[in-house]
């Protein structure tokens, strides 16, 4: 399993969700998430999707806490078993 099947495995069940899961492209700023996840209802998450037991580097775990103080959701997702408890968790807030 690589992180693009991931990945689109996620894209899949937003889609499925009614949601969409915008790829994130930032010039001039490492370390933003992979995806900005948009759900019904006005739920919002930003998704940083990795390859089976790989882990965020630090760039990436410093914008996770920026993110987060300004009171955002930040996931790292390594396990596609994770997509459907992470976008439960985004959907509740």
Known sequence: MTEKNIEQM????????GGRAFKLISPGINGVPDRLVLLP???I????VKAPGKK???IQIKRKA???SLGFLV????????I???LNEISAT
């Open 10 to 17: 996620l894209v899949k069940e937003v889609k499925r969700r």
């Open 41 to 43: 209802n006005g739920k």
């Open 45 to 48: 998450g930003f998704i940083e």
């Open 56 to 58: 965020m580097r630090p």
């Open 66 to 68: 920026q993110l987060e």
């Open 75 to 82: 996931y790292c997702l390594d396990d596609p078993e994770d």
């Open 84 to 86: 459907r408890g992470v």
